[in-house]
């Protein structure tokens, strides 16, 4: 195995073994000074979340766009504080971590027994959703990107299978659509990371008003099985007894008028909040790609409103936009 991913699997063995093992502030102070690490620095990823963030929100300055990525860059280092830590969470501490918005009609269509399709974006910490909705709402499946080195996917899978998540490769292995296709119409949840394509076969859409690939994966499963596809949104919020107090005002403050500044709250009191939209109407006409379209064009509107009003919490450190070169 070549040096650098001797580097990259060592690094996540410790966070899994070493993290968990610090005290809560300790560890997302920690994550944070890595964060600030990788903002000074720079570099491909960085650039890559500095170009979409950009787009998203191109009524920033640079200096509003410069703090905007380094939010991002915290956001990004808290989610994998909280992944390292969570496999020592309880199903009541996931319930106390997780604030949920607009879960009653897809609790009702499991209840019932009907399968339900989850459209996500990398936003927030996908993996805490996950495990909450195994005690919470319904045990998960869904389908991971094959990372590499193995290593580190394989870790990956046996983290979330050991959190309760049912994992299937993209790749590699026996192709996924039909397992989920077997699962929904069981009346399983099935979650899908859609916000880039990772195959040759995205949807053009529009995102923020830019032209964008997406992965058609969740319009499909919904129009196959005749589930309800939700798009769904992960975002963080700080906890309400960690709201923070407003600093006094300095001389020079008072003088020109400005108002009093809020303390950012402690890294290590954040919450995630999952916030399930209305399922999307099935078109009633035009061909079934066309209709797949449409459907992901629908949750692409959706994601949207929380990328301009969460953008730190969109951890897009790829390309997705058809300006930078993705086909």
Not at 20 to 29: E, M, Q, S
Not at 50 to 61: F, T
Not at 97 to 102: A, D, I, K, Q
């Amino acid at each position: 195995m070549p040096i650098r991913e001797q580097v990259q699997v060592g690094a996540y063995r410790w966070g899994w073994a070493a993290v968990r093992k610090l005290p809560a502030p300790v560890a997302y102070r920690l994550f944070d000074r890595i964060a600030d690490g990788m903002f000074r620095r720079g570099g491909k990823g960085v650039e890559r979340m500095r170009s979409n963030y950009a787009r998203v929100r191109p009524e920033l300055d640079p200096e509003e766009l410069e703090a905007l990525v380094h939010a991002g860059l915290r956001s990004y280092l808290r989610y994998w504080c909280d992944s390292f830590r969570l496999p020592d969470r309880s199903a009541t501490e996931l319930a106390a971590t997780v604030r949920v918005v607009g879960d009653g009609p897809p609790r009702a269509a499991l209840d019932s027994g009907q399968g339900v399709v989850a459209f996500l974006g990398h936003l927030g910490n996908w993996d805490t959703v996950g495990a909450w909705a195994t005690h919470h709402l319904a045990r998960v499946t869904t389908v991971a990107e094959r990372l590499k080195p193995e290593e580190v996917f394989d870790q990956f899978v046996a983290y979330r299978e050991a959190l309760g998540m049912t994992i299937l490769p993209l790749t590699g292995d026996t192709p996924p659509f039909p397992t989920l296709v077997r699962t929904v119409h069981a009346g399983g949840l099935v979650p899908l990371l859609a916000d880039r394509d990772l195959t040759a076969s995205g949807i053009e859409v529009t995102l923020c008003g830019h032209a964008a690939r997406m992965a058609g994966g969740p319009a499909a499963l919904a129009l196959a099985t005749g589930a309800p596809l939700h798009p769904v949104t992960v975002t963080y919020e700080p906890l309400p007894e960690a709201e923070a107090p407003a600093e006094s005002r300095t001389l020079a403050d008072r003088a020109r008028g400005a108002l009093p500044r809020r303390r950012r709250p402690d890294p290590s009191a954040y919450r995630v909040v999952l916030t399930f939209g209305p399922a999307v109407p099935v078109p009633t006409g035009g061909t079934r790609a066309e209709q797949i379209t449409e459907l992901t064009q629908a949750c692409a509107d959706y994601l949207g409103e929380t990328l301009r009003e969460h953008t730190e919490d969109w951890h897009m450190m790829q390309r997705v936009f058809v300006a930078d070169g993705i086909r």
